[in-house]
């Protein structure tokens, strides 16, 4: 109980406490300085919380086994960056971690904000801060990292450590998972902050493009966050979960995926409010349902009601937890409610055949797949409160249902941004679409007369094509017109292009990424796999590629014991090298892992897995061929980078920026000078 | 309502309808239910072809790797048992070893043996036993 962690949570109770009850006052009776003070009070708490993370992690790398979450999570050999990494790897550290990401957000809120958005900023503080008390509340008396040990004797309970801790899990002994965490939580946690603003919006009755426009990087930088943690999981399941995908619909993906899917449709259907005014309630409920599935997805992963291979140990903060994601949405629904008169459609619907409409389907697709994955994923608990009967739906459920949607948001992906706003003309269309349209139905037809008869494959390459198309065309216009008025180089003029607009060409940038990872998902069609006992010499032939077994191999490290088949992979008879998967058995957990080794390139991964031995001494191999999952990966970098060029300020926004500083230079010159006369 | 949206609402209507159709159509295939193995053996013949998910303790030393990654062992949920014939493609799971809590998915065969496309498995630690023999947390 007595140690400076738990000092800090308490600290934080008052402080996050203290934050609310002022920031509401200072409202109230239009005192600054009750409000500014609730600020610092916020301030002081990601001051307390770094303290209470950084004692935790002091705790683990101490190898300090009094503590019950140390002795749970790591062991003395356990090599440095993984006892870090411990932080995070049960429920009470990573809640611990969770709260810290979400004091140091709302700090830098604060900081950046001690002059802008003075009248949102008193409900944007109290917002976050009874989001941290709920938080450290939990860590605090629910989950607390910060439980010591102790063995029952005559005299009462004394402290206990044992010799040593029980071991990190082995699966989270990777480089991706020291890093997979920290991302996706900052997407998860970033989320608060847009969310926090929208409240804001709502209580003040302030719901112009203000609150938007503050929060536009947050929400941009929390869905790349998002989006990179969730494909960073997909690439440590595929390395090393050893069973040849990185996507399996498991709750706790799914969990992730869900605010993935509704905050993608508000940064579209918020381009309508921002241009046209219209579908205002309709972006404040997505910015809060996005919100409320991202604590969703935290309680999903943690309290093990779907049984799920991620899960961590059941707890009985369910209860307590879902209280709080039920009052939170019965706050934001009754403030939507309270404000519908206000967030009236300033716009109408002018055609079908215009970018809003597009962007309406975009959403309604969108949505419809959160839907769905919601309840599939909450099928178990569904069934069971309905018909009495606890069932489940599998990843070929998933699949049927996703997959047309996802062609379906490939298709609009092309098809929005080459429509006008308002009302496309025929004539416009005829421009836009001619090109592209003949790439994907070429396309389509020569891969369909190479033999190809995957129906989705087929649709979804020649989907891709066209999008393809698309985006090259619009750079290739853009770029033309550009060097009519203003001449230099082809290359110069496409830079400078995206520089003048980088929301719009960045965001064909993500487009193309996420046309990569279309193309690499629909690459798993064509999929084999084949699985033999072997002795050594003898060999697997599977297309084109003959990997042959050269024998056993075993050692030791500190951390684990190893074995390893030898496998010499030839392709049409050249060498391509000779690979060792493995087989791990951890010390510390008494735990084996099995290490694939891959041989990748952008035509197909080669994936070797050490299976086994079998009872008859023979080495069990399995080798799956994989095509193009490479381009999955590429296209998660080539999205995250096109979101650091939507991120950047445009040309036109910087030369705005500097035009009001100067003004308001001279301004303040004048006003001086004015005093000094005076 | 007028046209324009009417032409909206129609096409949204077409969408959920053909989604939530195939969403109906490969419902019941993928469809599994959780069941005990006490409750499996109590249906009986009930239980033929029906897909569950069965969950129970691996029994030590019953783990038998035999051909091509076919894999049987046993479970035992208080003390009721099943005997598990795994032969799914994917690996299995590195975690299935001597009391491990395992979930099986698939059929019970006629001979009242399980065929399990599917498992999954979480280690037993060694560290909660640590508990049984009287360790708690400090207050």
């Given at each position: 109980?007595?140690?400076?962690?738990?000092?800090?949570?308490?600290a934080i109770?008052?402080f996050?406490?203290y934050?609310v009850?002022?920031?509401?006052?200072?409202?109230?009776?239009?005192?600054?300085?009750?409000?500014?003070?609730?600020?610092?009070a916020?301030?002081?708490?990601?001051?307390?919380?770094?303290?209470?993370?950084?004692s935790?992690?002091?705790?683990?790398l101490?190898?300090?086994?009094?503590?019950?979450?140390v002795?749970?999570?790591?062991?003395?050999?356990?090599?440095?960056?993984?006892?870090?990494?411990?932080?995070?790897?049960?429920n009470?550290?990573?809640?611990?971690?969770?709260a810290?990401?979400?004091?140091?957000?709302?700090?830098?809120?604060?900081?950046?904000?001690?002059?802008?958005?003075?009248?949102l900023?008193?409900?944007?503080v109290?917002?976050?801060?009874?989001?941290?008390?709920?938080?450290t509340?939990?860590?605090?008396w629910?989950?607390?990292p910060?439980?010591?040990?102790?063995?029952?004797?005559?005299e009462?309970?004394q402290?206990?450590?044992?010799?040593?801790?029980?071991?990190?899990n082995?699966?989270?002994?990777?480089?991706?998972?020291?890093?997979?965490?920290?991302?996706?939580?900052?997407?998860y946690?970033?989320?608060?902050?847009?969310?926090?603003?929208?409240?804001?919006?709502?209580?003040?009755?302030?719901?112009?493009a203000e609150?938007i426009?503050?929060?536009?990087?947050w929400?941009?930088?929390?869905?790349?966050?998002?989006g990179t943690?969730?494909?960073?999981?997909?690439?440590?399941?595929y390395?090393?979960l050893?069973?040849?995908?990185?996507?399996?619909?498991?709750p706790?993906?799914?969990?992730?995926?869900?605010p993935w899917?509704?905050?993608?449709a508000y940064?579209h259907?918020?381009?309508?409010?921002e241009?046209?005014g219209?579908?205002?309630?309709?972006?404040?409920?997505?910015?809060?349902?996005?919100?409320?599935?991202?604590?969703f997805?935290?309680f999903?992963?943690?309290?093990?009601?779907?049984?799920?291979v991620h899960?961590?140990?059941?707890?009985?903060?369910?209860?307590?937890?879902?209280?709080?994601?039920?009052?939170a949405?019965?706050?934001?629904?009754?403030?939507?409610?309270?404000?519908l008169?206000?967030l009236?459609?300033?716009?109408e619907?002018?055609?079908m055949?215009?970018?809003?409409?597009?962007?309406?389907?975009?959403?309604?697709?969108?949505?419809?797949a959160?839907?769905a994955?919601?309840?599939?994923?909450m099928?178990?608990v569904?069934s069971?409160?309905?018909?009495g009967?606890?069932?489940?739906?599998?990843?070929p459920w998933?699949?049927d249902?996703n997959?047309?949607?996802?062609l379906g948001l490939?298709?609009?992906?092309?098809?929005?941004?080459?429509?006008?706003?308002?009302k496309?003309?025929?004539?416009?269309?005829?421009r836009?679409?001619?090109?592209?349209?003949?790439?994907?139905v070429?396309t389509?037809?020569?891969?369909a007369?190479?033999?190809?008869?995957?129906?989705?494959?087929?649709?979804?390459?020649?989907?891709?094509?066209?999008?393809?198309?698309?985006i090259?065309?619009e750079?290739?216009?853009?770029a033309?017109?550009?060097?009519?008025?203003r001449?230099g180089s082809?290359p110069?003029?496409?830079?400078?292009?995206?520089?003048?607009?980088t929301r719009?060409y960045?965001g064909?940038v993500?487009h193309?990424g996420?046309?990569?990872?279309?193309?690499?998902?629909a690459g798993?069609?064509?999929?084999?796999?084949?699985?033999?006992d072997?002795?050594?010499?003898?060999?697997?032939?599977?297309?084109?590629?003959?990997?042959?077994?050269?024998?056993?191999?075993?050692?030791r490290t500190?951390?684990?014991e190893?074995?390893?088949?030898?496998?010499?992979?030839?392709?049409?008879?050249?060498?391509?090298?000779?690979?060792?998967?493995?087989?791990h058995?951890?010390?510390?957990?008494?735990?084996?892992t099995?290490?694939?080794r891959?041989?990748a390139?952008?035509q197909?991964?080669?994936?070797?897995?050490?299976?086994?031995v079998?009872?008859?001494d023979?080495?069990t191999?399995?080798?799956?061929?994989?095509?193009?999952?490479?381009w999955?990966?590429?296209g998660?970098i080539?999205?995250?980078?096109?979101t650091?060029?939507?991120?950047v300020?445009?040309?036109?926004?910087l030369?705005?920026?500097r035009?009001?500083?100067?003004?308001?230079?001279?301004?303040?010159?004048?006003?001086?000078?004015?005093y000094?006369?005076? | 309502?007028?046209?324009?949206k009417l032409?909206?609402?129609?096409g949204?209507?077409?969408?959920?309808?053909?989604?939530?159709?195939?969403?109906?159509?490969?419902f019941?295939?993928?469809k599994?239910?959780?069941?005990?193995?006490?409750?499996?053996?109590?249906?009986?013949?009930r239980?033929e072809?029906?897909?569950?998910?069965?969950?129970?303790?691996?029994?030590?030393?019953?783990?038998?790797?035999?051909?091509?990654?076919?894999v049987?062992?046993?479970?035992d949920?208080?003390?009721?048992?099943?005997?598990v014939?795994?032969?799914?493609?994917?690996?299995?799971?590195?975690?299935l070893?001597d009391r491990?809590?395992?979930?099986?998915?698939?059929?019970l065969?006629?001979?009242?043996?399980?065929?399990?496309?599917l498992?999954?498995?979480?280690?037993?630690?060694k560290?909660?036993?640590?508990?049984?023999?009287?360790?708690t947390?400090?207050?």
């Amino acid at each position: 109980m007595h140690h400076l962690g738990n000092f800090a949570l308490m600290a934080i109770l008052v402080f996050a406490a203290y934050a609310v009850l002022a920031s509401l006052l200072g409202v109230w009776k239009k005192n600054a300085r009750l409000t500014e003070s609730a600020e610092r009070a916020l301030l002081a708490c990601t001051a307390l919380s770094t303290t209470a993370c950084f004692s935790l992690v002091a705790l683990l790398l101490r190898s300090d086994f009094r503590f019950e979450y140390v002795a749970s999570y790591s062991n003395r050999d356990l090599p440095f960056f993984y006892k870090v990494a411990s932080l995070w790897a049960g429920n009470d550290g990573s809640l611990l971690f969770w709260a810290w990401l979400l004091l140091l957000f709302s700090g830098i809120v604060v900081a950046t904000n001690r002059r802008k958005n003075r009248e949102l900023m008193p409900y944007v503080v109290a917002t976050l801060g009874a989001i941290a008390l709920f938080f450290t509340y939990m860590n605090f008396w629910v989950c607390n990292p910060f439980e010591q040990l102790g063995v029952m004797t005559g005299e009462g309970p004394q402290p206990w450590a044992p010799e040593d801790g029980r071991g990190l899990n082995p699966l989270l002994q990777h480089p991706i998972m020291a890093i997979h965490p920290p991302i996706l939580y900052t997407g998860y946690v970033g989320f608060v902050i847009p969310f926090a603003f929208c409240i804001a919006a709502l209580a003040t009755g302030r719901l112009g493009a203000e609150w938007i426009t503050s929060t536009r990087r947050w929400t941009l930088v929390a869905w790349a966050f998002l989006g990179t943690g969730l494909l960073l999981g997909g690439r440590w399941a595929y390395v090393e979960l050893g069973w040849g995908g990185y996507w399996a619909w498991d709750p706790v993906e799914n969990a992730a995926l869900l605010p993935w899917l509704t905050s993608t449709a508000y940064l579209h259907s918020v381009m309508i409010q921002e241009r046209k005014g219209m579908l205002k309630v309709w972006n404040v409920s997505l910015v809060i349902i996005t919100y409320l599935l991202c604590v969703f997805g935290t309680f999903l992963t943690r309290s093990g009601v779907v049984s799920s291979v991620h899960a961590f140990a059941e707890s009985d903060f369910a209860k307590i937890f879902l209280i709080f994601i039920a009052l939170a949405a019965g706050a934001s629904a009754a403030l939507v409610f309270h404000r519908l008169p206000a967030l009236k459609s300033e716009n109408e619907l002018d055609s079908m055949m215009s970018r809003e409409s597009a962007f309406l389907f975009n959403n309604l697709l969108f949505l419809v797949a959160c839907f769905a994955v919601l309840w599939g994923t909450m099928y178990p608990v569904l069934s069971e409160a309905i018909q009495g009967e606890k069932a489940t739906v599998g990843p070929p459920w998933f699949n049927d249902v996703n997959v047309p949607l996802g062609l379906g948001l490939l298709a609009l992906t092309g098809i929005g941004p080459l429509l006008a706003w308002r009302k496309s003309s025929l004539d416009s269309l005829r421009r836009n679409f001619t090109w592209p349209l003949v790439m994907g139905v070429l396309t389509g037809v020569i891969l369909a007369a190479l033999g190809m008869r995957q129906a989705y494959a087929l649709i979804c390459f020649a989907l891709s094509a066209f999008v393809i198309g698309t985006i090259v065309q619009e750079f290739h216009k853009g770029a033309k017109a550009r060097r009519v008025h203003r001449g230099g180089s082809y290359p110069g003029a496409l830079l400078d292009l995206t520089l003048v607009n980088t929301r719009r060409y960045g965001g064909y940038v993500v487009h193309f990424g996420i046309v990569l990872i279309f193309i690499g998902v629909a690459g798993s069609a064509f999929d084999t796999e084949k699985k033999a006992d072997l002795v050594a010499g003898q060999s697997i032939d599977i297309r084109g590629y003959q990997v042959k077994f050269l024998g056993l191999d075993e050692g030791r490290t500190k951390n684990y014991e190893w074995m390893s088949a030898k496998l010499e992979v030839t392709k049409n008879g050249k060498l391509i090298g000779t690979f060792a998967p493995q087989k791990h058995f951890y010390l510390a957990s008494q735990q084996p892992t099995s290490e694939v080794r891959r041989h990748a390139t952008f035509q197909e991964d080669l994936y070797m897995v050490f299976a086994g031995v079998t009872d008859d001494d023979k080495t069990t191999v399995q080798i799956f061929v994989k095509p193009l999952v490479r381009w999955v990966w590429l296209g998660a970098i080539v999205v995250f980078l096109g979101t650091i060029v939507t991120l950047v300020p445009a040309k036109r926004e910087l030369r705005l920026a500097r035009k009001v500083e100067a003004v308001k230079q001279s301004l303040l010159v004048e006003s001086k000078k004015k005093y000094e006369v005076a | 309502m007028n046209r324009k949206k009417l032409k909206f609402v129609a096409g949204s209507a077409v969408i959920l309808g053909a989604v939530v159709t195939l969403a109906i159509s490969s419902f019941d295939e993928t469809k599994a239910y959780y069941q005990t193995v006490p409750e499996l053996k109590a249906m009986g013949s009930r239980a033929e072809g029906r897909r569950v998910r069965v969950a129970g303790n691996v029994v030590p030393g019953t783990i038998v790797r035999r051909e091509e990654g076919v894999v049987t062992f046993d479970i035992d949920y208080e003390g009721e048992g099943l005997s598990v014939r795994y032969v799914g493609r994917a690996p299995l799971p590195d975690t299935l070893v001597d009391r491990a809590q395992a979930v099986a998915e698939g059929t019970l065969k006629r001979d009242g043996s399980f065929e399990a496309t599917l498992v999954q498995a979480k280690c037993a630690s060694k560290y909660e036993s640590a508990y049984e023999e009287g360790k708690t947390v400090l207050e």
